[in-house]
């Protein structure tokens, strides 16, 4: 059966780092791209950063630009996000979601055909 799976998330104190996996299993990401998303409590989910499915086409939205990468390994079927220099506003449950795309392109939205269960990222101060 086809799922993602995040994992990486934990507590981590301001200005700290931690590295985020979207694992697929029972499909491949090869023909998706694959968009990180972010709820925090209160607030709407929303698009951080996306990647094509060669991983040639990188976006990011600007909360988070300059601190965190998106990377991808289809040999592994993973998708990372490297978050940087973090603070308390990136605490949130963070979700993966992989788009069938047609071209080499992502975006910060669109319609998903698989959704990670999330994980959570907390930031102290």
């Known amino acids: 059966q086809p799922q993602i799976v995040e994992s990486g998330g934990g507590l981590v104190q301001a200005g700290g780092s931690l590295r985020l996996s979207c694992a697929a299993s029972?499909?491949?990401?090869?023909?998706?791209?694959v968009t990180w998303f972010r709820q925090a409590p209160g607030k709407e989910r929303e698009g951080i950063s996306c990647?094509?499915?060669?991983?040639?086409?990188?976006n990011y939205d600007d909360s988070v630009k300059g601190r965190f990468t998106i990377s991808r390994d289809n040999a592994k079927n993973t998708v990372y996000l490297q978050m940087s220099n973090l603070n308390p506003e990136d605490t949130a449950v963070y979700y993966c979601?992989?788009?069938?795309?047609?071209?080499?392109?992502?975006?910060?939205?669109?319609?998903?055909?698989?959704w990670g269960q999330g994980t959570q990222v907390t930031v102290s101060s």
């Open positions: 979601a992989a788009e069938v795309e047609l071209y080499e392109a992502c975006a910060l939205a669109g319609v998903y055909e698989h």
């Open positions: 029972g499909f491949t990401l090869d023909y998706y791209s």
């Open positions: 990647i094509s499915f060669r991983g040639t086409s990188k």
